[in-house]
């Protein structure tokens, strides 16, 4: 744990239902996690967002002018509006005010903003979003990268998705030697186009990843991996379809339940499974996704994020930070970069 709260600047303006959802998680997140938060935002707005004003005594308030619309160009729309919240947040982090971004608006302009404003680790050519999945083995999540940043993928790119991602699931989760396998159409080195085989060589090869080969769709979940590289196309339509498949699963759960006084019943029996069960699907009890690669710790959530999934976003920054993820990513570039160097 990191000796002084950790600051979290919240985009308030960015979201399908911004900015009263991403208010009323932030109140949550200040209220029940070790953080500082910083909410970037049109105060008026903010304020105008919460039926109780005292909710926001114990939150920074800092101001911003306009957000990213999702139809804009992320890039000419964030020169156009350099003090759009995203903008300001993303600068608060460069100028050490916060130690985090969290932002459910547009993403390419959240990822954009994140470039331009806090720039890339040395040695990483290309950030990754990384999104965390549950698996069947209780408490053991899967990291899948790239999930939307890169549509088009050289081999290089995704051999640093996998040195990233086993940094992060060593610090942030735990994972002893994490396990790291590539998204496939089949287990046989040889399978797949040319940039998978590639690829497959590539991580054999390395001395700094515990490569244990293919993982075909149906491992994804297993248990039997803690990171899996793909490109981000590939990366983007699991993603959306692990989210739907999460929602329909619940809604059968409850559709299937016995109604009347045998359903009632059975529902208050099995009341403590149902939510464990929900927890373990919904995709809002991960909030977001990481964007790894960048000189900052930048949660991107979905942009029908609601209060809990920003709630989620926030503990998901704070622990990242906490774990000195950036620093360890850097750190583990700058090894690589002096055994290039050395001839190793």
Known sequence: MGLTQ????????????????????????????????LLVGNPDQIRASVAN???????????????????????????KKRNASINVAMDMVKKGRADAVVSAGHSGAAMAAALLRLGRIKGIDRPAIGAVFPTVVAGKPVLILDVGANVDCRPKFLEQFALM??????????AKNPRVGLLNIGEEPSKGNDVAVQVHQALLDSTTINFVGNAEGRDVLS??????????????VLLKFAEAVGEVAVNILREELPRGILGKLGVLILKGNLKRIKQRLDHA???GALLLGVNGVAVISHGSSNAPSIFNAI?????????????HIQGQY???????????
């Open 285 to 287: 009890e991960h909030g």
């Open 223 to 236: 248990g039997n991996f803690d990171v899996i590289v793909c490109d981000g196309f590939v990366g983007n």
């Open 334 to 344: 700058q090894k690589v970069a002096a055994s290039v160097t050395n001839g190793d």
């Open 53 to 79: 004003p005292d909710s926001l005594s114990r939150i920074e308030i800092v101001p911003s002018e306009g957000t990213i619309e999702m139809h804009e160009e992320p890039l000419s729309a964030l020169r």
């Open 165 to 174: 991602g086993s940094v992060y699931s060593e610090y942030a989760f735990g």
């Open 6 to 37: 950790a600051r979290i600047a919240v985009d308030a303006m960015g979201g399908d239902y911004a900015p009263a959802e991403i208010v009323a998680g932030a109140i949550r997140a200040r209220e029940e996690l070790d953080v500082e938060i």
């Open 315 to 327: 503990r998901l920054s704070k622990e990242a930070v906490d774990n000195g993820v950036i620093g």
